[in-house]
C-alpha cells in the first residue's frame, strides 16, 4: 500500500482554512449524535515516528466535547502490564457506548516495533496478527466504529523532523536512540509496515494512509476520514433501527410460516445433537473416608503448586459453570482452602452493572484476568452469554452465536501468553437439585442461598440443557477444556475438581 | 502497647474446634447483613513477618461469601504507582457500600517497612501519620467500618518460623534479605511499631492487638475483633434507621421554634460574611488584539512548561468551577490547545454513576489524580460536595460540612507528592449569564450546551453565591489557591486563566 502513497501532497492556507471551519463543527456533531445513538467510536493512530501523530489528536480532540473522548498514549509495557496477556491494556480501555477512545500507538506496536526491535518474534507474529484482527472483529461486530488511521512521511522527510528537534534544547528529548536507528534503516522498517498493513486491513476495520508531509493536508484528511466513518455508521444505526420499527409494525413475525419451519428443523437438530451431559455417570461417589483422604492429600499437594506456580510466573483461570445447587461454591472452598489469599480471586459473576452494560461482555472479564502467577477462579464467566442471555433473550441469536468463536479467540489469547485454563460444568440430575433446593429453603442458614430466580430458572431445564451441550461442544478446545464434573455426590465432585486442577498445573510445569 | 502484650496465650484444640464452628457461621450472616444495610468494611492486617498475616485471612475468606469481599496484598509499589501520590493506591481500592477490602500489609507501610529501610524520611512522618489519619477518619465518617489488626510475635518465635520456612526448599524464596535484617534488628523495627500504633490508634479507627504464636488463639481472636466491630456498626445502623423513622413519625421538624430560630441566626450569619464574589471587578476586559497577543504568547509558553512538567515529573492538577456559562469550557480549550494531548487530560463531572454512587465522594477523584508529569483538568470537581449536593440536599448537612476539610487534607496530600494544585471559580455576573443563555438557545450550534437544568439552578443564584463564597473562604490555601477569574469579558477570563497557570507552574519550577 505504501508504495503508491503521493507524499508531496500540499494545501494552501486559503483553502485548510475554509475547510476547516466546516469540518470543526461537523466532528462536534457527530460525536453528540454517536453519543445519542451510544455508538462506541475506537480511533487508531499510527504511522512514522515524528509524522505528526501527536499533532493531529491535538487538533482534532479540540473539536470535541471532551466529555466523551479519552486519549490514550500507548508506550512501553509497564511492569503490570507486562505480567497479563498482550491484549488485556487494550480490552480494558476499550470505550463505553457513545464514548470515543483515540489510541496514540495501539496494538499495533506488537508487529511494528516490537517486531522491529525483536521483541515480538517471528514465530510469534501469525497469532498475533490473528489476535488482533479477532479483537477488532469482536468490536466492530458489537457496533464499534474503528478508524485507523496511519500516518506516512518518507525517510528524508523525517530526517528532516528528527533534525529540526535535536537541534532545540527544549524538544532534543524527544528524540530516542531507537527513531534514529528506525530513520536509518527505514527500508527495513516501512517493510514491516507494509506487512501489517497488507495483513491487517479488514472490511471490518479499514486502513487509511494519511499523507502526512503537508500537515493542513494531513489535518484536513485526518477530519474527513473520521467524519466518513462516524457518519457512515450513524446512517447505519438509524436505519436498522428504521428497520426494527417497521418490522414491528407488519406483525411480531413470530407466527410467520417460515419461523414455523425453521423452528421445526431446530427441533430436529435438537434431536440429532450429542447429548454430552447424558454421558456423565452421576452414580459415582466416594465414602467419607475415601473423601477426606483424598481431600487432605490433594489440597496439600494445591498448596504447594500455588507457591510453584507464583514462582514461575505461571497464570491459572478457572472458570466454574453448572447448574444452580451443583455445588460450585463448595468445591471453589475446597479448592482455595489452603491456597494463599495473597495469590487468587474469586470473581463471583452477578448480572452486568450499568459501565459493564456499556461495554462488550468480554470487557469486564478481561479486567478480571490474573497477573502472571496468579490464580483467577470465576464463580459464574462469560459463557452466561450463550446461556442465560441466550435463554433469556438478553443478547440476540446472531451475537449469542457469534460468542462461541469470540471466546475461543478469547481462551487462546490467554493461553497463548502462558495460562492454564480449565472450565468446570459442574452436573447434577434434576431431583438432586430438588432435593438440594428444598434443603436450603428448610435450613435457616442457608434460605439466603435460594431465590425464586431459582426455581424459575429450574422450569427452563431443558431448554438449558440444550444450550450447556451446545456450548461444551462448540468450546472444548485443547488449550481451554471442559470438564464435566459428575455432581450428585459433593465428596466425588470435589474431589474431581482439585484433580483436575492439579493435573493441569503438574503438566504445564513439567512442560 | 507492645510491652504489655501476653505472647504465650494459647488455646486447646477442642475450645479452639468449638469456639470457630460458632464463629464461621456468626462471621458468614454479619457479612449479609452489611450487604444489606450497605455497610463497607476494611480490615487491615499488619504486624511483624512470618507472623501468620497470611494464614489469617485465608481462613477469614473462608467462611465468607467471596461475592462480597476482595483481598488486597500490598508489595513494593509498581512504577505506576510510584508516580501518583501515596495515598491514590488505597482510595482507589476502598470497598463499596456493602464490600469488604482486605488489606494484607496497608498504607501503614510507609510508616514501618519504608521507615525502617529509610525509604520514608524522618522529616516526612509527622505528614505521613496526619495523612493516614484524615484518610480513615474520612472514611469512618463516611460509614466505613475500619478494623485493624496488628498481629504480634517475639523476636525469638521470629526466627523459629523464619528457620523453619528456610529450611524447606519450597517456602525457602518466602523469607528475604529484608526480613532476616528486621529480625536482627527486632527492638529497632519494634520501636517504630510501637510509635506507629501510638499515633494511629484513634476512635474511628482502632488498633487490635492480636497475640500471634499460638495460631489458634490468634484466629479466634482475629474471628472475634471482626465479628464485633461488624456488629456494632449494624446496630449503629439500625438505630440510627429507626430514629430517622421515629423523628419522621413525629413531624418533620421543620416548623419547630427551633429550627425557625436556627434559620434567622443562619441568615444574620450571611449578612455578616464577607463576600469574596462581590469584590470582583467584572468591567477587565482586553480588546481583540491585545487578546490575540497574549494568547499567542501564553500558549507557546505553555506548550514549553508542559513538555518540562513532564521531564521534571511534576504533576498538575486544575480544578475549574464557576456559574453555568461562566466560560469554564472555552478556557480550557485556549489552555490545552497548544498542549501535547498525551500528556494531559480533561476530567468532565457528571453526576456519579451507580459505582461511584456506592463509594466515598472523592473516590472517583482520587482515580482520576494525574501520573507524575501530567497534567489532569477537572471541568467541575469534588466541589461539587459543597455546591450542587449541599444546595439540592443529595448529602446532609454534617457531609458537606465535614467536606471543607476533607477536601483541604486530599489538596494537602497532593501537593505534598509534588503537585502544582490551582482552582479558577469562572465569575459572571447574572446579567451576563441571562446573555449567554439566550444566546446559546438562539444558536443551533449551541442549543444542546442549554437544558431546563440550567434555567433551575439560575433560579438558585443567591443559595450558590453564599456556597460559593463559603467554599472560597474555607478552602482557599497555600498550596492550592482558589483563583477567582472575572469572566464578563471572554478574552479577559481566558489569560487570566493560562497566565496564572503559566505562573504556577513557573514558580514550581524555580524552586
Redesign the interface.
Known sequence: MLEKVDLTKRMEKDEYKEKMEMLE?RI?QLQ?QCKELKIPVILVFEGFGASGK?LQ??HL??SM???GF??Y?IKNE???ERMHPFLWRFWTKTPERGRIA?F?GSWYRRVLIDRFEKRTKNKDLPAAFHSICAFEEQLAADGNVIIKLFLDIDKKEQKRRFDKLAKNK??A?RVTQGDLERNARYAEYAAMMEDMLFKTDTEYAPWTIIEATDRRFATVKVYTTVIKAMADQIEKVQRQKLEEHAAKEAGTGENTEASEVAREADQNMRKMQVSILSKADLSLKYTREEYRERLKKLQKKME?LH??LY?RRIPVVLGFEGWDAGGK?GA??RL???????GY??N?T?SP???EKAHHYLWRFWRAMPKDGHVAIF?RTWYGRVMVERIEGFCTKGEWQRAYKEINDMEKDLYDAGAVVVKFWMHIDKDEQKRRFTERQENP?KR?KITDEDWRNREKWDLYEDAVNEMLLRTSTDYAPWVVVEGNDKYYARIKVLETVVNAIEDRIKK
Not at 336 to 342: A, F, I, L, Q, W
Open positions: 463543527v462536534g453528540r501527536g489528536i491535538g480532540i479540540q466535547d471532551p466529555r479519552q486519549v498514549p509497564t511492569e503490570e483515540i496514540d527544549e524538544t528529548w504447594k507457591g510453584e514462582r461454591g471453589i472452598k482455595t482452602e489452603k491456597m494463599d489469599p495473597r480471586v474469586v463471583p452477578a452493572n450499568d459501565i464463580d442458614e439466603w
